[in-house]
């Protein structure tokens, strides 16, 4: 099979940045001799406290909140959901590594590298085909209506350029036909999301005004189309169903909507200064925000705001400002972001243009209307979240009467519950109660009451399986002096080869400590140094994550206080000492019977007294180094 050489893996090992690539994921900030960033993996996403830290050196990750750790290599394979040789390849290229494979065997393409191949195939397709549909729109007489309909809504040359913008032709042959020009097989397009999956070669966009839609690395995923008022008139004429306004690409392995955001790629590093990102609702809005200067804006692709692109903002950012319609489905969707955004740990605010009076409901409609500065100064109007929803919901209830006061509590309930800080609720509540003329404690009981009645009977069921799960299939990790040695080596693996000359595998007893020799062997016999290729070969997770902590630990590492050799000196006497003095306790205990039974000894005797000699030698020897 087709494996990359160990010599590339090593050298990607030695030269990628950790912090700069956990840095493309989540924003780390530096204390003391670490960086240290709320954890990605955390369960829920509700670390608010970061605990998850990183370490430049040894090039390891360990979050102390949920145990979890490991090499950086681990670290991009967990994060987007690749393998090993995937991981190793888009670092080699982040870092301008020559990827070379291991000798004789570059014919011989296995699984991985096949399915690495494609991907990368389906990222150069989409690349292409934006540029065509870009083509098209700026130099092609069929995309004028698309390009006259951008500039008719104020669309500078300029945002056309850096959104890529294009225009998908009403000829639904013309892909098909011109990507089989260039090389691609009719089995490759057919599985490649841009055609109809009922038509060979008919093309799933056509005649719309086509936004590419890129992963946060900028590669072109997938494609958002807009119907053109023109094509939406003609349907209409002719007594035929208008078509829908947008539609989006179909999901694939690169493109999941739950998870990706319309212009994260162009935003982030905005978003990383600021530590804010502003909400949109859809494609031209967060353009419109972008011409005003407002860069750090993205948006969901089609579908409402999730949990998962949540907890991905987090990572860069503390607040979220919703810039969401002002109609009622705006509002509808204002209400339930607000919801995700608290429940993951992101703070809320809302702009939502439109409440002052304006005819105008969104940021695209103030820029066609008014223009980028008049856009940019509406986006400092701005509410907080619960300010929002307490108006909101005395806009649905009559509070001046106590039946429409419990209705417009109860619509903040959800609200409070999504909150993790306890002091945070209590604030709220207090301000809640105010704003409704309640009393205080009436509205914390209400709210407990609302809470236990709304904890569904699948979440309950959860919990008790969670509660009641077999912790003890592992043995509990304790430290002892033989894994404290070998906690030394694995932590400072270059001591390795000094240590194996020194100490046998048969003198540690303690199983973990052995688990760890096990693993530091097999990576010195197949010629592995790397962090991830030691970790990899562990198989007790909870023994991973114990290594990698004390490894982010100073405890084991070296400084002005502790010279991890001379721990592993010190180690391994103490180990050895150990062990022959348990052999000479048992020695004394069989001379003593042999005494007691005199003329039953033998040769055993002369055996023991003779071991016991040499143990004794070793101990003052031991002891005099």
């Known amino acids: 099979m087709s494996r990359i050489a160990r010599s590339t893996i090593q050298e990607v090992q030695d030269r990628m940045d950790a912090v700069a690539v956990v840095e493309g994921y989540i924003r780390l900030d530096k204390r003391g001799g670490r960086y240290w960033g709320r954890c990605p993996f955390h369960a829920g996403g509700q670390e608010r406290t970061p605990s998850f830290t990183v370490d430049p050196d040894r090039k390891w990750y360990h979050c102390f909140g949920c145990d979890k750790g490991g090499g950086i290599v681990a670290f991009v394979m967990e994060m987007d959901k690749i393998s090993f040789p995937e991981a190793v390849k888009n670092l080699a290229r982040k870092f301008g590594i020559e990827i070379v494979y291991e000798k004789g065997t570059e014919g011989e393409v296995d699984k991985e590298e096949a399915e690495y191949t494609r991907r990368e195939q389906i ?282 006061k419990a209705g417009a509590l109860a619509l903040l309930y959800p609200y409070l519950d999504a909150l993790e800080s306890k002091a945070e609720r209590s604030a709220c509540i207090e301000a809640i109660a105010d704003e409704m003329r309640a009393d205080k404690g009436a509205v914390d009981n209400d709210y407990e009451r609302w809470r236990r009645s709304s904890e569904n009977a699948s979440a309950t069921r959860a919990k008790d399986a969670d509660s009641k799960e077999v912790s003890g299939t592992e043995r509990p990790i304790q430290m002892n002096d033989e894994l404290f040695l070998l906690t030394v080596v694995s932590v400072n693996i270059e001591l390795y080869p000094e240590f194996r000359a020194s100490i046998e595998m048969k003198e540690i007893e303690d199983p973990y400590a052995r688990e760890l020799f096990v693993a530091l062997e097999e990576c010195f016999i197949n010629e592995e140094s790397g962090t991830d290729a030691f970790l990899a070969r562990i198989n007790s997770s909870s023994l991973r994550n114990f290594i990698v902590e004390r490894g982010i630990s100073p405890e084991f590492r070296a400084n002005e206080k502790r010279d991890p050799k001379k721990l592993m000196e010190d180690g391994i006497k103490r180990v050895k000492e150990k062990k022959i003095r348990r052999r000479l306790s048992e020695i004394n205990a069989e001379l003593r019977i042999m005494e007691r039974n005199a003329g039953d000894a033998g040769d055993d005797l002369q055996d023991l007294v003779a071991e016991k000699m040499q143990l004794d030698a070793e101990i003052r020897k031991l002891e005099g180094s």
């Open 123 to 404: 990222f150069e397709l989409y690349r292409r085909t934006a540029v065509s549909f870009q083509h098209f729109l700026l130099k092609k007489p069929e995309g004028k209506p698309a390009l006259d309909y951008l500039l008719s809504r104020n669309i500078s040359a300029q945002m056309i350029e850096r959104f890529n913008l294009g225009y998908a032709p009403a000829n639904r042959d013309w892909l098909y036909q011109f990507l089989r020009g260039k090389g691609y097989s009719e089995e490759f397009l057919d599985g490649s999301g841009l055609f109809s999956s009922n038509n060979r070669g008919m093309a799933f966009f056509f005649n719309r005004l086509m936004f590419p839609i890129a992963d946060r690395q900028g590669r072109v995923v997938a494609f958002g189309g807009r119907a053109l008022p023109v094509q939406t008139d003609a349907a209409v004429a002719i007594g035929g169903k208008e078509p829908p306004k947008y539609i989006n690409s179909r999901e694939t392995g690169a493109y999941k909507k739950s998870q990706i955001l319309f212009g994260l790629d162009l935003a982030l590093p905005e978003i990383r200064r600021a530590k804010t990102v502003y909400l949109a609702e859809g494609y031209m809005d967060v353009i419109a925000l972008h011409q005003a200067g407002v860069s750090n804006a993205v948006a969901s692709c089609g579908t409402a705001f999730t949990d998962d692109q949540a907890r991905l903002l987090r990572n860069w950012a503390d607040t979220a400002v919703l810039v969401f319609d002002s109609d009622e489905a705006g509002q509808k969707a204002a209400s339930k972001a607000v919801i995700t955004c608290r429940k993951n740990g992101l703070g809320c605010s809302l702009c939502l243009p439109g409440l002052d009076g304006e005819d105008q409901k969104d940021p695209a409609d103030i820029l066609q209307k008014f223009g980028e500065d008049h856009l940019k100064s509406s986006m400092k109007r701005v509410i907080i979240d619960l300010d929002y929803l307490i108006a909101k919901a005395k806009t649905q209830f009559d509070v001046a009467v106590p039946k429409g």
